[in-house]
């Protein structure tokens, strides 16, 4: 959160012109924990520590119980600092403090150091007014001599108004670089492996600017305090419930035990930025999935948007009055509902999405905008996230965004929704590849590894992204027996296997058809092809369920996305989906790359005994 360059560099600075300064350096004490958090909010103590001092890293402890802070640091060099204002508290006040001759003058933004004058710089933090009567100042003072530098540090103390907390900087993890060695559980040793072609993911540029959003309505004033809660620690697991499926899976009967968050799908913005329902019986169900997911001590997020539900999305964020009505409607039912987070599913900014919606080319602007002050409007604590392409958001142009570093300030995770990459064709393709595993992918960019290098190369940080991962199929009329990855011809090289060698002949041939009764054109659900009889459980390895083909149809493993498929030639049917072995192996890559998780779309399809949902458990467990 705050940092000070050691002596050395400091010194090294100093002997340097000006203007070959690359960048400001900040003068501040780093802490290793943020001091709003919400223990200290509410006045207990709590010790911040790894206070950098000198080139050996000299550490002192420090000792607060408020969010009224000052701290002062002492250096004796020359440099050009800029103090950047922390966003979302009520006042910033840099202060600079000489100690001998002091200079005439002395910028609250900008503070140049002349050369032999040693000087203090420190932020002087202030909650909002409150009509309750401070207590006496507490104070700490730490003192550390050396011969470059000797640091002072001051802690105030007052109490603390209900509304006051901090916007924390997250820390990007760098992975590592990504094991070769195969996560496939399929019984065919000798194919090539899933995670051959991982490689390490770019880490995030850090960068602590808010650039300029480039909307010409986007005069919304800075927010008096933000309250982004800490990063979670993953591994999580999310879950997709929309509000069609409680028929066949009702809240109460979902299985919790692998689940950190559930997503009820959907509330939609209306006309007038309301938030509509799909059903009037949608409200009802929200109480009931909140009730039963919070009695498993589980949370719940309501998803807004979603393909059909994102028409009035551009207009609901266009404007600083249509960015605050539209926030205050969803406070109100995240209030109303007992809420724990907001997942915003607006498919897609600055891009046309389904037919009829409104799309405007700030719209990735715009959206920026308002969840800041979707921010401030929520309650402190509550998550907001958002349902992502596997590509940054669109800038003014069309073109993918290179810098999203702003929106990792004000979302807590964004959920790659990989996944409907290729829908049902007579040449079928991967619904959710895990990679462009060939190299010859019409869609390079539309796999899960290409997905979050694209977004944190983009610099959003690693930690702040899910996978997005599916539990449904298609089916396609065709008898191929491999996998397009280019729109207009199969691969030659692309490999496949058949695993369920040891699997009797059927008695009967199974021809699949969705929920709607229709074999093909169409999505189907995980657990309806086991129910339906073209999927048996054969085995488990290593505790991930072996499924194998039947009623006619063979089981084939594509190689260049890592994802099964299964082919009836007496139906003339081919079903591109994932099951527990492929995500398996999403849930091991994303382990890998030092994501926060993944999340399901949807929890209603998988199998009683939660084949899916285990699989990928086990998987972040490695």
Request: charged residues 15%; contains cysteine; hydrophobic residues 35%.
């Amino acid at each position: 959160m705050l940092s000070l360059t050691p002596a050395i560099a400091w010194i090294f600075l100093a002997l340097l012109p000006l203007s070959s300064r690359a960048a400001p350096i900040p003068a501040y004490a780093r802490y290793s924990q943020p001091p709003f958090e919400s223990e200290v909010r509410h006045g207990s103590k709590r010790q911040f520590e790894d206070l950098v001092l000198t080139e050996t890293r000299t550490v002192t402890t420090l000792e607060t119980s408020t969010d009224v802070v000052t701290a002062f640091i002492t250096v004796a060099v020359s440099a050009s600092v800029t103090i950047p204002s922390p966003t979302g508290l009520a006042s910033v006040n840099p202060q600079v403090h000489f100690v001998g001759d002091a200079p005439a003058v002395a910028d609250a933004e900008t503070i140049l150091f002349l050369p032999d004058v040693s000087v203090q710089v420190g932020v002087s933090v202030s909650a909002p007014s409150s009509s309750t009567t401070a207590p006496a100042p507490q104070s700490t003072t730490a003192s550390l001599d050396s011969d470059t530098a000797t640091a002072t540090s001051e802690l105030e103390a007052t109490t603390e108004p209900d509304t006051v907390s901090n916007t924390p900087t997250s820390t990007s993890t760098t992975p590592d670089a990504l094991d070769s060695t195969s996560t496939s559980s399929t019984d065919d040793s000798d194919d090539a492996s899933a995670t051959d072609s991982l490689l390490p993911l770019p880490s995030p540029t850090p960068d602590d600017s808010d650039p300029d959003d480039g909307s010409s309505n986007s005069t919304d004033a800075p927010p008096a305090i933000a309250a982004t809660p800490p990063p979670l620690k993953g591994p999580i697991i999310a879950a997709y419930y929309p509000d069609w499926v409680s028929d066949t899976l009702p809240p109460e009967s979902i299985n919790f035990t692998h689940l950190d968050w559930v997503d009820f799908a959907f509330g939609m913005p209306d006309a007038k930025f309301n938030i509509a329902w799909d059903d009037d019986s949608s409200t009802a169900l929200l109480s009931r999935l909140v009730k039963a997911a919070h009695a498993n001590n589980k949370k719940v997020k309501l998803s807004l948007g979603g393909w059909g539900g994102s028409k009035y999305f551009s207009p609901a964020v266009a404007s600083t009055s249509s960015r605050q009505t539209f926030a205050k409607n969803i406070a109100a039912v995240y209030k109303k509902y007992s809420l724990d987070g907001i997942d915003i599913d607006w498919e897609y900014p600055g891009q046309q999405g389904a037919g009829g919606n409104q799309v405007s080319p700030q719209d990735s602007a715009n959206l920026l905008a308002f969840l800041k002050v979707l921010r401030t409007t929520l309650p402190s604590g509550a998550r907001i996230t958002a349902a992502v392409q596997d590509v940054p958001f669109a800038d003014a142009s069309g073109n993918p965004m290179k810098d999203v570093s702003a929106f990792a300030n004000v979302l807590d995770w964004v959920n790659l929704m990989n996944y409907d990459v290729w829908s049902s064709s007579k040449t079928p393709g991967p619904n959710a590849p895990l990679d462009n595993g060939c190299g010859n992918s019409s869609q390079p960019q539309m796999n899960a590894i290409s997905g979050v290098k694209a977004w944190t190369s983009a610099k959003f940080p690693v930690n702040k992204i899910i996978l997005g991962v599916p539990a449904y199929g298609y089916l396609n009329p065709s008898s191929k027996t491999s996998l397009r990855q280019r729109s207009d011809s199969d691969p030659s090289d692309t490999l496949t296997f058949e695993d369920n060698a040891r699997t009797p002949a059927p008695k009967s041939m199974v021809t699949l058809k969705d929920a709607n009764g229709n074999p093909s054109g169409a999505q189907v659900q995980f657990n309806s092809i086991v129910d339906q009889g073209a999927l048996i459980l054969a085995n488990s390895t290593s505790g991930v369920s072996n499924f194998v083909g039947y009623g006619g149809f063979t089981r084939f493993w594509d190689s260049c996305s890592s994802t099964p498929f299964l082919v009836s030639p007496y139906t003339n049917q081919v079903v591109t989906y994932d099951d527990p072995q492929s995500l398996n192996i999403k849930a091991d890559f994303a382990k890998q790359a030092g994501i926060l998780g993944v999340a399901v779309w949807d929890v209603s399809g998988d199998t009683k005994q939660s084949d899916l949902i285990d699989a990928l458990w086990l998987g972040l467990q490695n």
